[in-house]
């Protein structure tokens, strides 16, 4: 159940100055807004990307929403399936603000396969959309839900998408904005992470492999003195020999038990035995289309392979 919304105008005290910073595109003339009040104060992030992420663009998502929630920004997104949905989740596990934009009406349940992560949002966070009550989201609603999304936030970071992908209309208007733009690099391979890559190849977007490298520019304060990798970790899980070679056969992208038998020289069944162990301890994950390794496996097959 979602309280009576509060109707925000340009002279509201809540209103958001920086939507009145959106380059050459308008403003929205309102905001239909439930939850939280949107504190001025706040940094906001924009945590965007595909709606089909690899376990690691998920992963890594829930890295970086959980890490700005815990240093007390709040985190934006469009409460799409996906990696907006891993953004959102994250921010309220740590007890942090969340702010979902919506490309409907605040009384239109979309998408539902997110209807207790939006309930959790609206008592936990806050919904906002520009569309009047019974909206439904016609496709062409999301574009102009994105540069909301972009300019409501002072920086915009995107894990994983496509070159057709929202996340990248998001990207886009944050440049245009004058925002600051970080982008997750992956692995060429996966389709989904040809837009991280082409902003940054491009100099669009700054590299972002950990969330330090958005603090490094956002508030230095908050900025780990190491680097990403020398922060303190749980110790590397141990893997035996079978599992060792098991993993360095694994990717980002979905591989076949055959695959993995072929290049690990493991028996069929064999192979499935080792993947079943993996799996339960959360080394590898798995897919419609195969088994994925996990940020856990891939750092239990780095500490292996460097002798530690």
Request: glycine share 10%.
């Amino acid at each position: 159940m979602i309280d009576a919304p509060r109707i925000l105008t340009p002279s509201d005290p809540e209103w958001p100055q920086r939507l009145n910073e959106l380059g050459g595109d308008l403003p929205p003339e309102k905001l239909r807004v439930s939850g939280r009040i949107l504190d001025p104060d706040k940094i906001f992030i924009a945590v965007v990307g595909t709606r089909r992420p690899t376990v690691s663009g998920v992963e890594i998502a829930t890295t970086m929403a959980r890490s700005f929630a815990e240093a007390g920004f709040v985190v934006v997104s469009g409460l799409a399936m996906g990696i907006d949905a891993a953004a959102h989740r994250a921010c309220i596990e740590a007890g942090g603000h969340t702010v979902a934009i919506l490309g409907c009406g605040l009384d239109v349940d979309y998408p539902k396969s997110n209807s207790k992560l939006r309930t959790a949002i609206a008592a936990l966070g806050t919904l906002v959309t520009e569309y009047d009550a019974g909206t439904p989201p016609h496709a062409y609603n999301f574009p102009k839900r994105n540069r909301i999304v972009a300019g409501l936030a002072h920086a915009v970071v995107v894990v994983e998408g496509g070159t057709k992908s929202g996340s990248l209309i998001t990207a886009r208007l944050g440049i245009e904005y004058g925002r600051e733009v970080f982008a997750v690099p992956g692995n060429p391979r996966n389709l989904m992470s040809l837009a991280p890559n082409e902003l940054i190849r491009t100099s669009q977007a700054a590299l972002a492999t950990c969330p330090e490298h958005v603090f490094e520019v956002l508030a230095p304060q908050q900025a780990w003195s190491g680097p990403c990798d020398a922060r303190a970790m749980r110790p590397a899980p141990q893997v035996d020999d079978e599992e060792l070679t098991a993993l360095f056969a694994l990717d980002e992208i979905p591989t076949t038990p055959d695959r993995i038998a072929g290049a690990a020289n493991l028996a069929p069944g064999r192979v499935l035995m080792v993947l079943a162990k993996l799996e339960v301890r959360g080394l590898v994950r798995k897919r419609r289309m195969g088994y994925e390794i996990t940020i856990t496996g891939a750092h239990a097959r780095a500490s292996a392979d460097d002798g530690s």
